[in-house]
């Protein structure tokens, strides 16, 4: 039985496509991957991206506790501002990415991928366990079934909220965010994060409050071109930006080094969850590494599709994470993992497409880059 | 959803429309709906012969790829070369100028395994 976000009815209206999603029923796209996409990066998109797990961490030693379990430095934010990072085994691998939100200086908002809610809240319990008696009473409670998330995303996102809520979005910069009554609603979260690339906000409301806001915020942008987009348009908007998907670009058997999340890992701070592994591998060196492939010839470059050095198919050098025919450049892209030699920008490697040896070329990401007018 | 009725089909969702010895062949509206954004096409080269049932090219859409196959036996005459650079017609107009390729038959008992149009308005119907 799939499970329904609080805006089902809100996509049956629309007559979206649904699909099976991490056991979630949501609209893959309700008229055109291809025309959500272009509408996201050049008005805005509406996604229902509900199916995101939420915890509440809180307590006095709770900021010492996340910053022990999680890659990134966590001192470097305060309330209200959020920060990337990744939550990560001993050995480094990747268990999931994530936002931090602060609500607090004791109190935190995690949002996780739906597909990891449990690993996640099990590791989460598991670390905490072994270190209680150094930090007592944190707290971490998973309330993933009890919010709507929002994701309103699109150079015309700000003037579309604005009118809706009391507080100047302009005040709000990326990656940060405000708690506010707002919407008619008590608490909504709305913070300048997203995962398309172009500019716009992540709203996390009460369960029940999403269908009116959702409502409220089509309304006001039909006069702007808004449109509600799917999960294929988030995906590709995504794979424009490498972004990292969870279970293709990040898994247990990848390290942040590899990924080139390097950045979300802060190697200067005390203690974390995987350094010793991370501090080892950074010495060795990686052996593969995440890169951006154009492709020089048409085709659609997908998820699993292997790598050659060579045009006879000799040499197997990696394989496609995700790929797509890019709405925004109009070519196929894709990103990979190479063995280390063949990582260098403007290397030459064939992806195998279906039964085809299709020259590409490694390439600087991200793939799409915002104009002026954005 | 529109099903022409001059046309027969086939249950991989391609339409083959006769006149004379000469017939042209796309996919069908349906076909079109379920891949979705088309973005890539691959059809055979003019004179190519091909075999009822054999793979005779390639649509590709965001979403996903699937392969054509010829519902007759017979050689190429014509390609919709335009399309292969414009393969979003295919979204736009799979009934007409999406057409993909017109072949010469030489054995038009062949057609007679193909569905017809209550038939295959049926099977759609049955997916839906």
Redesign the interface.
């Known amino acids: 039985m799939l499970k329904k976000t609080a805006l089902f009815e809100e996509h049956t209206k629309l007559n979206g496509k649904l699909v099976d999603f991490a056991g979630w029923n949501l609209p893959?796209?309700y008229t055109?991957?291809?025309?959500e996409h272009v509408t996201c990066r050049t008005k805005a998109g509406i996604f229902d991206v509900s199916h995101m797990g939420e915890f509440i961490v809180k307590g006095k030693y709770a900021k010492v506790f996340l910053n022990y379990l999680l890659t990134n430095d966590l001192s470097l934010i305060s309330n209200g501002k959020a920060q990337y990072t990744l939550l990560c085994n001993r050995d480094g691998g990747i268990i999931d990415d994530l936002i931090v939100y602060q609500l607090l200086e004791d109190q935190f908002l995690i949002v996780v991928n739906a597909s990891n809610i449990e690993n996640d809240f099990a590791q989460f319990q598991k670390i905490y366990s072994e270190n209680k008696t150094r930090w007592p009473e944190v707290e971490i409670l998973n309330k993933s079934d009890q919010y709507t998330q929002i994701a309103l995303q699109g150079p015309l996102a700000k003037e579309i909220l604005q009118p809706l809520v009391n507080i100047n979005l302009d005040e709000i910069n990326p990656f940060c965010f405000v708690e506010k009554s707002a919407l008619d609603i008590k608490n909504v979260i709305i913070a300048r994060t997203g995962y398309t690339g172009s500019d716009g906000f992540e709203l996390y409301l009460p369960w029940e409050g999403g269908p009116a806001v959702w409502q409220s915020i089509l309304k006001s942008g039909t006069s702007s071109g808004l449109k509600p987009c799917g999960l294929?348009s988030r995906d590709?908007l995504r794979i424009e930006m490498k972004y990292p998907l969870y279970g293709q670009e990040i898994t247990l058997n990848t390290t942040p080094l590899e990924a080139g999340l390097v950045w979300t890992v802060k190697f200067n701070k005390e203690d974390f969850v995987g350094k010793d592994a991370l501090i080892q591998q950074k010495s060795v060196g990686i052996t593969k590494k995440l890169v951006g492939l154009e492709l020089l010839q048409?085709?659609?470059p997908?998820t699993g599709y292997f790598i050659y050095s060579d045009s006879e198919e000799q040499n197997k050098i990696g394989y496609v994470t995700s790929g797509?025919?890019s709405?925004s450049l109009n070519t196929?892209i894709a990103i990979a993992y190479l063995d280390g030699e063949f990582t260098k920008l403007d290397s030459e490697v064939y992806i195998k497409v279906?039964n085809k040896l299709l020259p590409a070329r490694v390439t600087k990401t991200p793939f799409y880059k915002k104009t002026k007018e954005q | 959803m529109s099903f022409p009725k001059d046309f027969l089909y086939t249950k991989d969702h391609e339409w083959a429309q006769l006149s004379d010895n000469i017939v042209t062949i796309g996919i069908t509206e349906h076909a079109q709906n379920s891949l979705?954004?088309i973005?890539?096409l691959e059809l055979p080269e003019v004179d190519t012969n091909l075999n009822k049932g054999e793979t005779f090219g390639?649509v590709?859409s965001?979403?996903a790829?699937s392969d054509l196959y010829s519902p007759i036996t017979g050689r190429v005459i014509e390609v919709n070369k335009p399309l292969i650079e414009e393969p979003?017609e295919l979204?736009h107009n799979p009934h007409s100028n999406g057409w993909l390729i017109k072949v010469e038959i030489n054995n038009e008992a062949e057609l007679n395994d193909l569905l017809t149009v209550a038939d295959y308005e049926k099977l759609v119907n049955e997916l839906a």
Request: net charge positive; glycine share 8%.
């Open positions: 893959i796209q055109s991957v291809i025309d294929a590709t048409r085709g659609v997908r797509t025919h709405p196929p279906r | 979705g954004d973005v890539y390639l590709e965001v979403k790829a979003s979204n």
